[in-house]
């Protein structure tokens, strides 16, 4: 009998010592095998955005240095939080990551505590932009300054629209902050709310909106070629490319320094090698020639890039607090 409770003793032993070292071996294999598949981006917003943009931009760069392509799929809809709350909810194994913005991941959020989750309910892995914004109106405007605008605004409270990629996004943000640097209530101006960056410039286009606040990048070409015009931007200095375009700085309203942000994250618990996975390839494709070209297209000038948050942020905000003097025009 005892004899045989030893031998049961190192029958469990083996197997378990079997299971221990199939373990370690897996989570090791995993570990130098990432990634093994095509990875899903989901985006928050609809396409033809900024965000859109920047997604579609990466995943055509990315997969060089991932070496695995990435697939984009758009999953828009309050103001990205319901890709946000998809994406925190699916296994961790950097097979499901979104591209954030800081209107989805950090503005509507904590403009709406009562949501199931707030900033941090993702893992954040890697900045690959920031974005300064511009002040824009339909070329048969009567606002030609921006001193037209806060005139109108103060002597017709309630009158005059703008349009924004949902609640809390970087052009709701945007505008609210202009109306409480004039000292106006939130309601001054009406939001016109769309699903996408997209949407919400082509409603300026079409003068279904009295002004938009918005990235540069989806308006660069639209106000070069005198589809909208430029009242003001967010940039330290004037851009080059738009040298009669002030500053709000210039103006008098150096408050309004709305900056964006994109970047990478995935679900919550996602393993250290699968942030520097991303960390090292997002570092790569923003100094790639692919990268640089694609921004060139829609910016002429050439700024250091800021690509990539410190690898002790993970479950940080991307490092937002430095964003109105790093700037990546993209």
């Known amino acids: 009998m005892k004899r045989r409770s030893i031998n049961y003793l190192i029958v469990v032993c083996m197997v378990f010592s079997l299971f221990m070292l199939t373990f370690v071996s897996s989570a090791l294999c995993g570990a130098g095998e990432y990634p093994e598949r095509t990875i ?3 985006v928050p917003f609809g396409a033809g955005g900024a965000t859109d943009l920047a997604a579609r931009t990466l995943s055509s760069a990315i997969p060089d240095f991932l070496g695995k392509p990435v697939m984009v799929v758009n999953k828009p809809g309050a103001s990205g939080s319901i890709c946000m709350d998809f994406v925190r909810k699916q296994k961790p194994d950097g097979y499901s990551m979104m591209m954030t913005a800081i209107g989805t991941n950090a503005l509507y959020v904590a403009m709406n505590p009562r ?4 900033w941090d309910a993702v893992d954040y892995c890697a900045r690959t932009q920031l974005n300064p914004n511009m002040l824009v109106v339909h070329p048969k405007s009567p ?5 037209d605008l806060a005139k109108a605004l103060k002597n017709n409270p309630g009158k005059y629209k703008y349009s924004t990629a949902g609640p809390g996004c970087i052009q709701h943000l945007g505008a609210v902050m202009i109306l409480e640097e004039l000292g106006l209530p939130n309601d001054a101006a009406i939001a016109v709310h769309y699903d996408s960056g997209r949407a919400c410039t082509l409603a300026a286009v079409q003068r279904e909106v009295d002004f938009l606040t918005c990235n540069v990048v989806p308006l660069f070409g639209l106000v070069k070629g005198g589809k909208l015009r430029g009242l003001a931007v967010t940039t330290p200095e004037r851009l080059p490319d738009f040298p009669d375009i002030p500053t709000y700085t210039e103006l008098g309203h150096p408050r309004i320094d709305v900056v964006g942000w994109r970047g990478i994250a995935g679900p919550p618990g996602i393993p250290d090698y699968v942030v520097k996975t991303w960390e090292d ?7 790639s020639k692919y990268w640089l070209k694609e921004r060139s297209l829609v910016m002429s000038h050439h700024i250091k890039i800021q690509g990539i948050i410190p690898p002790s942020s993970k479950g940080s905000s991307l490092g937002t607090g430095d964003c109105l003097r790093n700037w990546d025009f993209w």
Not at 281 to 287: D, E, G, I, P
Request: net charge positive; aromatic share 22%.
């Open 115 to 118: 949501l199931p989750f707030s």
């Open 281 to 287: 390839a997002v570092k790569k494709t923003t100094q």
């Open 143 to 147: 606002f030609k300054t921006f001193g």
């Open 40 to 42: 899903m981006l989901y």
